[in-house]
């Protein structure tokens, strides 16, 4: 399997040290190139051509969200993962709105990391949990890619039954199983499974990208 090439972009170089042992351990991930600021991001990038820019947003010249316009306006087919400690509203939807595939907070486990490394890479999108209701009414703001309308996005997904478009909406409001079956009135085995099938259906890992995926492509 081909490795996945990482430009690391990160001022702090005791976080750096430790990502790159992640790295070191993970065969299939290879850091190529580390940055600590945006602007020899944005140098670095252009040269190296990374698969996967892991960007902090809090840098010493330009921040990372603009780092990633930049880098983004050259490179289309490179994908950001910022990896920071803000729960920012207004970071957050930047952030998205600039490119980025996945927002994760730096407290994320090693295990998960190269999960949502390899993920973003095969193109899926990912946000940590505690950052999905900050987009949730928001979705005009997020934009890594062309939002379809709410009929291309069932044309696109006729897979999906009435039942599960109405389950899916109450994913996407963050209501949990036991929620989804209370309003709809079924059992909360019957909602688990429902919520199973979506996941399946639209081809993503868990409740989190599926309330996501549903966003970007405008069905909600």
């Not at 972009?9 to 190529?32: A, N, Q, Y």
């Not at 940055?35 to 820019?53: F, Y």
């Not at 486990?109 to 949990?129: H, Q, R």
């Not at 505690?130 to 928001?138: A, E, G």
């Amino acid at each position: 399997m081909k490795s996945i090439s990482i430009l690391m972009v990160e001022d702090h170089k005791l976080l750096r040290v430790g990502l790159r042992s992640l790295f070191d351990e993970t065969p299939d991930l290879k850091v190529i190139a580390e940055a600590e600021t945006g602007k020899d991001a944005v140098d670095k990038a252009d040269i190296m051509k990374p698969d996967i820019i892991l960007m902090d947003i809090g840098l010493p010249d330009i921040s990372g969200i603009e780092a990633t316009k930049r880098i983004l306006n050259n490179n289309v087919d490179q994908k950001v993962l910022m990896l920071t400690s803000h729960i920012n509203e207004k970071e957050v939807m930047d952030s998205l709105s600039a490119g980025a595939y996945a927002y994760v907070l730096k407290d994320v486990n090693t295990e998960m990391l190269s999960m949502i490394i390899k993920s973003v890479y095969n193109g899926a999108i990912w946000l940590d949990p505690q950052i999905v209701p900050l987009i949730r009414d928001k979705s005009s703001c997020f934009i890594p890619q062309k939002q379809n309308s709410r009929a291309a996005f069932r044309a696109q997904h006729a897979n999906l039954t009435e039942r599960e478009y109405e389950v899916l909406k109450l994913v996407v409001d963050g209501q949990s199983n036991s929620e989804i079956a209370n309003t709809l009135t079924i059992s909360e085995h019957t909602a688990k499974a429902h919520v199973c099938n979506i996941i399946q259906k639209l081809v993503v890992d868990d409740r989190t990208q599926a309330a996501v995926k549903a966003i970007k492509e405008g069905l909600v």
